[in-house]
Structure formats: structure tokens, C-alpha cells
């Protein structure tokens, strides 16, 4: 009797085994089906593209680019008593040590001569963004620039509104055609501070007086200012180093442009030997500014 009944338990088991498993796997493919229409829904969501990378993924090497052997030799006259082995070494310039020469480059040359000193450096910077889901390598070299541009305390350009004249208080009388306006002299009266006629002008010689030479006139200084049509944003610094008694004063012209995600800075800088002997400033910024341009060109060439 025992054994009967175990033959008769053991299929009502196995039946209730096989029901659970049907019913796990009918729950399974329930949840299956969920869990991919959910993975469908968040696919065709709409999340922000990051965005392009910057135009620039390397930089060329600065003390070939664009700085030809014409540009050099004007802006850094070597002394005619160096050998062609020394012009050639001279003219090659020296490349500043550098980690990562698709970040950070530069170059420099140095010209001595018994009447001046000269020197040139050029530097590349490539901006990279590393939250490109927030802002782009363009705007981040964008705020790298505006940044030195705010450390040379030059303004912002922007549009300047043009001063317009007070509209005159309501109710005020117009003045007729013709008429003076208010303050202004009469007609054929000597305007204030006019000397009389006859009178000798202020500042004239007596008659009589022998007249002393004309004084030179001062070179014109350019100085700092932001510039236009030189990559996508320019300015130019010009520094005149402080007079001494024995120190010649040296002038220094630095041009930072950004061309899309790299920053370029140009110096250039003249020191005479003898003291009371200015360097000009509009030779020295042109030289810089050519420069400058070619760079620009090889950038976007």
C-alpha cells in the first residue's frame, strides 16, 4: 500500500513542477516585452549632439610656418659679419621645449648687432574642450582669448552709440530761419578770447624777434588697440620700456589672434644700444602685423 502511494505522489509533483515553470516563462516574456519597449522609448528621446570638434587637430611647426627668410631677415638684420653657416643657424630659430606638441609650440630668434638687439618669438596654443556637451573647443578658445585680452586691460569691441545732440526743453521757442542761436555771437563781432585786429596772436614773435628754429615733431605712437580683419579676433600690445639715464629703452609689440580653436601670440621686440634712441612705433608694429598675416594664411591655407 505504501508503494502505491508514493507512484501516485510523485506524478502530482512533477505536474505542479512543469505549471510553475510555464507560468515563470509566461512571466518572463511579459517582462521581456516591457523591458524592450522601455529601451525603445529612451532611444528616441531627444538628448544634445555634443558638439564638433575644432577645426584644428595639430599644429604646424612654428619656426617654419609662414616665417619665410624674407619676413625674417627684414624684421631680424643680422650683422654682415656673420658667415652664411651663421645665417642659416641664425634664421632657423630655436623651438621652445615643449610635452605635447599638438597643445602647446613655439619659437624664437635672437640678432645681435653693435647697434641693436632684436628679438622674435611666435607660439601656437590649441584649445581643447573637455566637456564638449557643454561648450565646443571654438568657445572655449573664444574665452582663453577674451581673457588675455582683459589682462592687457584693452576693451571689449562692441558697438559705440553716437553722441546726439539735447532736444531743447518742451515749449521752447524754435528760432526763426536765419536767426542766431543762443550764445553765439553777432554777426561780424570778434568772437571771446579773439586778440583785437592788429594785435599781435599769442605765443608770436615780437617784431623784430629773430624766430628760433622749428622743434621736430614727436613719432607718432600707435600704441595698444584691438585690431579688425586679422583671424577671428585680434588685439596688439605696444610696451615702451621706462627711460633711464644709461638704458637704452626697448619697445615690445605683441599681436594675440584666434583663428577657430587655436590662439597665436606674435612678439617682437627692439632694443637699441645706446640710450635716447626710440625704437618707432609704427615700423615696429607694421613688421609685427605682417607677420601676423602670413600666419594667419598659413592657418588657413
Known sequence: MQRKAVRRVLPGIAMLAALAAGAAGLTGCTGGSSGGSTSD?????????????GKYRSLPAPCKAGVDSKKLKAMLPAAEALTPEQRDQLYAGVADASYDNDRHVGCRWTVQTPEET???AVRFERVV?????????????????????????????????????????????????GAPS??????GAPSPGAPAPGAPSPGAPSSGAPSGGASPSAPVELGSRVLEGLGSESFLEDKLS???????????????????????????????????VIPPSTETQDRARQ??????????A
Do not use: C, M
Open 291 to 300: 607677420l601676423a598675416q602670413a600666419l594667419v594664411e598659413r592657418f588657413n
Open 41 to 53: 522609448a529612451k532611444a528616441g528621446g531627444s538628448s544634445a549632439a555634443p558638439a564638433q570638434p
Open 118 to 120: 632684436r628679438l622674435l
Open 242 to 276: 621706462p627711460a633711464g639715464a644709461t638704458a637704452a629703452q626697448a619697445r615690445t609689440v605683441r599681436i594675440v589672434f584666434r583663428t577657430s580653436n587655436v590662439i597665436v601670440t606674435v612678439e617682437y621686440s627692439v632694443q637699441p644700444s645706446l640710450p635716447g
Open 182 to 187: 543762443p550764445g553765439a555771437p553777432a554777426p
Open 129 to 177: 574642450s573637455y566637456d564638449r556637451a557643454a561648450t565646443s573647443d571654438d568657445d572655449k578658445a573664444r574665452q582663453v582669448y577674451v581673457r588675455r585680452l582683459t589682462d592687457a586691460h584693452l576693451p571689449f569691441p562692441g558697438p559705440t552709440a553716437s553722441p546726439t545732440p539735447a532736444a531743447p526743453p518742451a515749449g521752447a521757442p524754435t528760432p526763426a530761419a
